[in-house]
């Protein structure tokens, strides 16, 4: 059974940062892909950042330059360093793993909250 537990969330002021990471078990399949995604209240879940299994990144506009993405492939975990928070990144943040099949798998969530 594929798990994927988030954890690194919280509350964080304005320009601060925070460090998700997601950390995935019971693989038994290949990965394309590891990503986060974000939904705050009352919009549409958004993909943040991704990164394929060959290491290639990209980033939403509103991100690019603030956040970085990294993976450890051997240990199936990705991560997620925000730096310079605005509060326009308040959302729950989630992982995903997709497959080269074309299945997603998504963690339960965290919360990040960015206020003074």
């Known amino acids: 059974q594929v798990q994927l537990v988030e954890s690194g969330g919280g509350l964080v002021q304005p320009g601060g940062s925070l460090r998700l990471s997601c950390a995935a078990s019971?693989?038994?399949?290949?990965?394309?892909?590891m990503e986060w995604y974000r939904q705050a209240p009352g919009k549409q879940r958004e993909l943040v950042a991704y990164?394929?299994?060959?290491?290639?990144?990209n980033y939403a506009d509103s991100v690019k330059g603030r956040f970085t993405i990294s993976s450890d492939n051997a240990k199936n975990t990705v991560s997620l360093q925000m730096n310079s928070l605005k509060p326009e990144d308040t959302a729950v943040y989630y992982c995903?793993?997709?497959?080269?099949?074309?299945?997603?798998?998504w963690g339960q969530g965290t919360q990040v909250t960015v206020s003074s």
């Open positions: 995903n793993i997709k497959t080269v099949a074309g299945n997603n798998y």
């Open positions: 019971g693989i038994s399949f290949s990965m394309s892909a």
């Open positions: 990164i394929t299994r060959r290491g290639s990144t």
